[in-house]
């Protein structure tokens, strides 16, 4: 049996298998990397065959690790002794459960790693592909691209957009980390000394299989979590996988949002949420601190070295397996952290893509999605809605007296007036510059023009102060109603005909506009 162990991976594995190797094994360790090979036509890799037959002859036991490269054209016998194969395919699931690779594979998800995606482009080139045989290669192959986020490379984020908006379908990110990796990689060195020194290494070989039987239990758990969005959601599927794991008698949530305590969250609903146990002392990034009493822990979770809440477990059923509740806090506080961050963000995003940045109101494409749908249950249930166009009168001389930054001032305080002056049920958007659109729910001609005039009357109050003095401005309005069974499109050119009817008719008043002529 060769004294010392090479693992062999593709190249786009490097960074998380250097990582991935700690210290326990290090000593022993040679890593070596073979060229990718994704996606050439599923041909054999003799790349890697040849590397590790060299390896071989220099007295090394060869562990070959990789995905679809090794996945087809390889014999079933290793090219040589002391060569191993270790083929998962896909990569991603070394790095999540199989059960969640499947899931996202099944749901249409083309799944990348870091690796691969930080070299996308040039795989894309190998593959023989154009611009658009590309977008029409994932277009046709998935529903979304998954990025199996392995928590180590701060560019992939970013990179994962730019291949989205290349082919244009949507993106997420699949938070993972290393831990399954690191446990496999962990067993083929632990298998290896053992098989070197069967009788010494049994405990340890044991033990090994223990430890990532566990991390294997915890992903797939955690494997529900990382997909949720909701916070709230989240912290119930917390609760559960807590409860599973440490069999508290109760437990308590408490969120941070920017260094600032939020409310805090008790399990069960009725448990008291006072303050905490006294906690030992531990550095500022422990990932949880053990209770003066040893009966429980809390945890903290946090992202990016930002505290994002702690989950405080009281009265834990065996305190006495205190090692290895702390090995798994590790995992489970870096996972539960990871997932706050990407759910916050994930908010905020959703926020973002619906509401114009600088008015805080829907955007163009929010108010067509949320008007059209308005429209929708008018034709179903047969009662009228109202389009209401309006714009801020002479609002280039606005920019060209007073500055832009005055500008945006305008738009904002009219865009928040005309906001407070409808109701929850009805829906205002930025429709370009400075031209905003509403519809108003189950409403006709006469309920519209009141809601228009009172929109009117609102902004014409506002002032303004200015270096040059106050500032006033005022706004004209069209109102069409639209009869059910009409599309939303022709009204609002109804209503901007008649907007621009009040316009030239010495603005900063209502005008209505005439019937539709016949048909839908």
């Known amino acids: 049996m060769p004294d010392r162990v090479a693992l062999l991976v593709c190249e786009h594995l490097q960074e998380e298998a250097r990582r991935s190797i700690g210290p326990a094994i290090a000593g022993d360790v040679e890593l070596s990397v073979y060229p990718a090979a994704c996606g050439r036509a599923r041909q054999r ?18 562990h070959v690790i990789g995905g679809s490269c090794l996945a087809a054209g390889h014999p079933t016998e290793p090219p040589a002794p002391g060569v191993h194969l270790h083929c998962v395919d896909p990569c991603a699931k070394l790095f999540v459960s199989g059960t969640v690779a499947d899931r996202l594979v099944d749901g249409g998800a083309y799944l990348v790693t870091p690796g691969w995606l930080r070299t996308w482009k040039q795989v894309v080139r190998e593959w023989g592909f154009d611009d658009a045989t590309a977008r029409d290669f994932f277009r046709d192959s998935a529903s979304s691209i998954a990025l199996i986020d392995t928590l180590h490379d701060a560019a992939s984020p970013g990179e994962l957009r730019e291949l989205a908006d290349f082919v244009g379908i949507p993106a997420d990110v699949i938070p993972a980390g290393l831990d399954l990796l690191s446990g496999r990689l962990d067993g083929i060195v632990e298998s290896w000394r053992w098989q070197r020194e069967r009788g010494a290494f049994e405990a340890a070989r044991s033990a090994s299989n223990r430890r990532i039987a566990d991390h294997r239990l915890v992903h797939d758990v955690l494997g529900k979590i990382v997909t949720i969005r909701s916070e709230a959601d989240l912290v119930a599927a917390m609760f559960d996988t807590f409860s599973m794991l440490f069999a508290p008698e109760t437990m308590v949530y408490r969120p941070l949002h920017h260094g600032k305590a939020g409310e805090a969250v008790p399990w069960p609903a009725e448990a008291p949420t006072g303050d905490p146990e006294p906690l030992e002392a531990v550095g500022p990034d422990a990932p949880c601190a053990w209770t003066r009493s040893g009966n429980g822990f809390t945890l903290y979770l946090r992202h990016a070295a930002e505290a994002l809440a702690s989950v405080e477990l009281r009265q834990i059923a065996c305190p006495q397996f205190r ?198």
């Open 45 to 62: 890799d003799d790349a890697a065959m040849r590397s590790a037959v060299r390896l071989a002859a220099d007295g090394f036991d060869v």
């Open 323 to 520: 090692e290895h509740y702390q090995e798994l806090a590790v995992t489970l506080a870096q996972m539960c952290g990871l997932a706050i961050a990407y759910t916050r963000g994930y908010q905020e995003l959703k926020h973002m893509a619906r509401t114009d940045e600088l008015t805080g109101v829907a955007n163009r494409r929010r108010f067509f999605e949320v008007a059209e749908r308005q429209f929708s249950l008018a034709r179903r249930h047969g009662y009228r809605l109202c389009v209401v166009m309006l714009d801020i009168d002479h609002f280039k001389s606005v920019n060209d007296t007073h500055g832009h930054a005055m500008g945006d001032a305008v738009l904002r305080r009219v865009a928040r007036t005309c906001q407070h002056a409808v109701r929850a049920t009805d829906v205002l958007g930025r429709y370009g510059g400075e031209e905003f659109a509403v519809v108003l729910h189950a409403t006709d001609e006469a309920g519209a023009r009141l809601a228009a005039e009172r929109m009117r009357r609102s902004v014409e109050e506002l002032t303004f102060e200015t270096p040059l003095g106050t500032l006033r401005v005022t706004i004209s309005l069209g109102v069409a109603e639209s009869a059910p069974g009409r599309e939303l499109e022709p009204e609002i050119v109804r209503a901007d005909a008649a907007l621009y009817a009040a316009k030239t008719t010495g603005r900063n008043r209502v005008c209505c506009a005439d019937p539709p002529r016949s048909g839908p």
